[in-house]
């Protein structure tokens, strides 16, 4: 049997985060992480059969993020948050805390301790920000919870702010709370859960989180850190803790990567995926992988969605996309849809 529709979950408190700039090598720069990019494909879908995306309008309590996140960094990013004032601007770090035994971490002054946590000055904080962050991990984890109760073989947390970059006590690169990892450790009543991550960027802070985690496999493809944000990992020869060995993989590709050579490191990816044998997918999709991308450096087109999907259906295990990067706003709907209608082509029960 086929299924021909996906469950989409989305919010719309993600549209009070909005930063306008953010300060790159001495100049002002386009912040591309925008409202615009779920409301696309919101609208996009709406014009498809694809689904009837569900409105999540509860927010999970602290103690849900807690069982990923540093419930100090945690109680930092609401109190920050909050403390901001209706009509002030965002703020970002521009002091960072080097790991030095004469760091005082603990310094009380609440904007100067942004940078206790926060490891780039791509993350800025305003006052709806906290809200819009926890209801994209609330959209995760609901989606996480009605994948298990209703057996769904596959569902899409339409996320934002976007999650890989943070890890258990730090946060960065557009990302505050990881919203796959929320996901994947519910996934894990199931069983033994894979988590790919497709974004253009090293998964980071995902990868962090489940390091020590033998349950957890974690493999992502990327633009080689040696050149590519976020630079301090991403390489090949990190393959998991020692509780852990061998449950993670990273593939690191050159700039400029087609297509083609994509689909073969995915090919190979899923490979590693299918002996791990998991009982769930969980699939951190970013479309900033696409050759229009403003930030990212691949090759893909439109039609290299619907061959991931379909290479992803393939495998044959239930299915959570959760919603990474992709900035080509006006393109992400049209990149969302290949990659779904590839994935239920295929996919049998
Ligand atoms: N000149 C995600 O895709 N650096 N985060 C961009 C552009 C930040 C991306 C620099 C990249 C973070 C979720
Ligand atoms: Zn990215």
């Known amino acids: ?199 253009y960027h090293h998964g980071n802070g995902t990868q962090e989180i489940f390091w020590q985690n033998p349950k957890v496999f974690f493999g992502s493809i990327h633009g080689d850190p040696q050149f590519e944000y976020p630079y301090y990992s991403g390489y090949a020869d990190e393959v998991g803790g020692y509780k852990a060995y061998n449950t993670n993989i990273n593939i690191p590709l050159p700039r400029h990567t087609s297509g083609e050579k994509y689909l073969c490191a995915l090919a190979d990816l899923l490979q590693s995926v299918s002996e791990f044998n998991p009982a769930s997918l969980v699939v951190s999709i970013g479309f900033d992988t696409y050759y229009d991308d403003p930030i990212g450096s691949f090759q893909l087109t439109i039609d290299d969605y619907s061959r991931i999907g379909k290479s992803i259906g393939q495998l044959g295990v239930p299915t959570l996309f959760v919603q990474e990067g992709g900035y080509k706003a006006s393109m992400l709907g049209k990149l969302c849809e290949s990659l779904v209608r590839g994935y239920l082509a295929v996919y049998r029960v």
């Open 1 to 199: 049997m086929i299924e021909r529709k996906i469950q989409v979950f989305f919010s719309d408190l993600h549209k009070i985060h909005v930063p306008i700039t953010v300060f790159i090598n001495g100049r002002l720069e386009t912040y591309w992480e925008v409202p615009k990019r779920v409301i696309n494909i919101l609208e996009h879908l709406g014009n498809t059969n694809l689904s009837s995306p569900i409105k999540v309008e509860t927010l999970i309590s602290i103690d849900e993020i807690t069982k990923i996140h540093d419930n100090n960094m945690i109680n930092y990013l609401q109190a920050l948050s909050k403390s901001i004032m209706l009509d002030q601007e965002y703020i970002y770090p521009s002091v960072f805390a080097i790991k030095s035994p004469m760091s005082r971490l603990s310094a009380t002054h609440l904007e100067g301790r942004y940078g206790t946590y926060c490891f780039d000055t791509e993350a800025p904080i305003g006052r709806g920000t906290w809200t819009s962050v926890i209801s994209s991990a609330t959209v995760a984890s609901v989606a996480a919870s009605q994948f298990i109760s209703e057996q769904l073989i596959s569902a899409y947390a339409l996320c934002r702010p976007p999650g890989h970059h943070a890890g258990s006590s730090f946060f960065g690169g557009y990302c505050y709370i990881n919203n796959a990892a929320i996901a994947a450790n519910k996934l894990l009543d199931l069983g033994n859960v894979a988590i790919i991550d497709l974004d």
